[in-house]
């Protein structure tokens, strides 16, 4: 069983199922998968901070079970979390959605297991999820790549919080969450999540580069981050291209190594779109 975290609200559900078809197809064992998907509604803020959706749910859960019956679609609502721990503080403006905060709550949740890999919505596997899962971090926290950027403008050792293979174990022995919580709840920090847990980190084992590529795409990329990025034509600018976005995936990255997973998600969209218009 491979077990992955995934956070967000009702829009994420495109990044939800491009990533998994990625890891269906990428991955060569038919081993079954745990999809735990964080969720809450916090539209008071904004208001498409809504849920992810029992019909998202239950149409996942139809695609994972195709491959193998054993694999399954977990929801949780975390939202009396949310306003316990994180209501009014001073990072509830997060840089990107205050659903970047909830993956801090893993340690609270019972049936989470002792190890977890969480993932953006904005990924994408290029080779077998194996490669990664199955990384010894026994004596570790965590185990994640370099930020592309941060490694040269931060720390070498600075970590991108995207991609994170957690020992849950070890997490709630060493207390990692409830001290990135804290951080969250008392000090604005400028990637929020991401820096709160870099700051409470005891031990981390750091992966190459292949298993966070968060600028190019070679042979040997493990996992594909489309995360924000820098481009320099025909003028300096930045860009913020999701795996979904399927002719700029064609037009500016040039990769068609994902056609086939492109394709499935699409006809997959179209059939949830429809089931949506019968219902």
Not at 43 to 60: C, G, N, R
Not at 232 to 255: A, C, G, M
């Amino acid at each position: 069983m491979i077990d992955i975290l995934f956070c967000g609200n009702v829009g994420v559900f495109d990044g939800v199922l491009t990533c998994v078809l990625s890891i269906m197809k990428r991955t060569k064992s038919n081993e079954p998968l745990t999809l735990h998907i964080f969720t809450m509604d916090v539209s008071h803020l904004d208001p498409k901070y809504t849920p992810v959706t029992d019909e998202q749910i239950s149409f996942l859960q139809d695609v994972v079970q195709k491959k193998n019956p054993e694999s399954r679609v977990r929801k949780y609502d975390v939202t009396d979390y949310y306003m316990d721990y994180f209501s009014g503080c001073p990072n509830e403006g997060a840089y990107c959605s205050p659903y970047t905060l909830i993956r801090l709550f893993a340690d609270l949740i019972d049936d989470i297991p002792d190890k977890l890999l969480y993932l953006d919505t904005d990924i994408m596997f290029n080779r077998d999820a194996r490669l990664l899962w199955l990384i010894d971090i026994d004596d570790y926290e965590y185990a994640a790549a370099n930020d592309h950027y941060g490694k040269y403008l931060i720390n070498p050792r600075y970590i991108n919080a995207g991609v994170i293979l957690f020992n849950m174990k070890k997490c709630r022995e060493t207390g990692l969450f409830g001290k990135a919580r804290e951080w969250i709840q008392k000090k604005k920090l400028t990637f929020a999540d991401q820096s709160a847990l870099i700051r409470s980190t005891t031990k981390k084992k750091l992966l190459p580069q292949k298993y966070n590529d968060q600028k190019f795409l070679h042979k040997h990329t493990v996992v594909r981050h489309f995360s924000k990025r820098l481009f320099w034509l025909p003028y300096p600018h930045t860009d913020n291209i999701k795996q979904y976005h399927v002719e700029k995936v064609h037009s500016v990255f040039r990769y068609h190594q994902f056609d086939d997973i492109l394709n499935e998600y699409l006809r997959l969209k179209e059939e949830f779109n429809t089931r949506g218009r019968e219902i």
